[in-house]
């Protein structure tokens, strides 16, 4: 008996709205714009260690019941992820196109060569020296394509039935993503005196690109999924859980010169993305507002925009069309707004359309081949 699909969780949908809007804001903006909220634009990079949580988190809801039960089909599932995250990335793929010249300026022959190579295999986070190559953002598809595949062996784990133990194994697994920057602040290997978001050093460059680094986050959201499904959607817990996460991350990252950045980068974080995310997956007034249309709408296209703003960005103002049109009063502001309308139409005219024409080709093909 096939297990039913999971119902979608809208407030999760609609967080990724602010999530991708913060990375926009952390790249390109001035947090000192942003007032009380200035503190979480400057730390815009830890939405991307959220985005990795809530992506096991996401893929655990929906596939670890089915993966138990023997259900999960690991080629369709990977096919699946396929279609989900190619078509976007090859298309900021063509957009970092203008950027080629300056990576070969900027790298060794045999470097540009193996980004240029390893890039679109989305092999690129493996080496840190070209993880962001072309497309600063696409290193991360880099660490989720990894975890796409060991995935179905993390979702056949067996399901707990006790919450207390099951939150022992969560804490172990915090512990050893801690292991990582606790070692960076511990033997300082780049010898940086004040690592933080501008700093450049090979070791610090691995510990913030490489899948490797970021592995338990995702593994996190993976036993978060099963934590979530022994919690009633109703249970005024979650509510409490959410605002305890939001004011924890608020609270880290206005005192965050007091913490290591590299503790704060990725793992110190993952029990209060936790705790969002059971808030979230409730069904409380924080959730509720939070699963309002607009955010939903734009967070639907959450992926888009991380995806395609770094390229989009330089395209934009490499053209100076703003000034052409005397639109440049606008700006940033404006920018900001033509780039989530971009995303919302690549959703919409690039990635469903694609996604479904592979699906039907690949299908097609499995037909053909008896499988």
Not at 192 to 201: C, E, L, M, T
Not at 203 to 225: C, E
Not at 226 to 235: E, G, H, S, V, Y
Not at 357 to 368: C, G, I, S
């Amino acid at each position: 008996m096939e297990t039913r699909k999971p119902a979608p969780l809208k407030a999760l949908t609609g967080l990724r709205c602010f999530a991708a809007v913060n990375i926009v804001l952390f790249h390109f903006s001035n947090p000192k714009w942003f007032g009380f909220m200035g503190p979480v634009v400057d730390a815009g990079y830890i939405s991307v260690s959220y985005f990795i949580l809530l992506s096991g988190f996401v893929l655990g809801y929906n596939y670890n019941e089915r993966a138990r039960n023997g259900e999960l089909d690991r080629k369709r599932f990977w096919e699946a992820r396929f279609t989900r995250i190619y078509p976007i990335y090859f298309l900021s793929l063509l957009l970092s196109v203008q950027n080629l010249r300056g990576e070969y300026a900027s790298h060794t022959h045999a470097m540009f060569w193996t980004g240029l190579v390893l890039t679109p295999l989305l092999l690129q986070g493996f080496v840190p020296a070209v993880a962001t190559f072309l497309n600063t953002p696409a290193w991360t598809m880099s660490a989720e394509a990894f975890y796409y595949v060991v995935f179905p062996w993390l979702a056949r784990w067996k399901k707990p039935q006790r919450i207390a133990p099951h939150l022992t194994k969560m804490a172990g697994v915090w512990i050893l993503g801690l292991v990582p920057g606790a070692l960076y602040v511990a033997l300082n290997p780049d010898g940086i005196a004040h690592p933080d978001r501008w700093s450049y050093g090979q070791w610090l460059w691995a510990l913030k690109y490489t899948p490797y680094a970021h592995l338990f986050s995702f593994v996190f959201g993976v036993m978060l999924a099963n934590l979530d499904a022994m919690i009633p959607r109703t249970n005024r817990m979650r509510f409490w859980l959410g605002i305890m996460g939001f004011a924890g991350i608020y609270a880290i990252v206005s005192t965050e010169p007091l913490i290591p950045y590299a503790l704060v980068h990725d793992g110190l974080l993952m029990p209060l993305f936790g705790f969002i995310i059971l808030g979230l997956a409730g069904e409380n007034p924080l959730a509720h507002a939070l699963s309002a249309k607009p955010l939903v709408f734009v967070g639907e296209a959450s992926y888009c925009l991380y995806l395609l703003h770094f390229n989009l960005w330089n395209l934009i103002h490499n053209s100076h069309v703003l000034e052409k049109l005397g639109l440049s009063r606008f700006d940033p502001w404006l920018s900001y707004v033509i780039l989530i309308a971009l995303a919302i139409f690549a959703l919409h005219f690039v990635e469903k359309p694609a996604q479904r024409k592979l699906r039907e080709w690949m299908h097609a093909t499995n037909v053909l081949r008896g499988t």
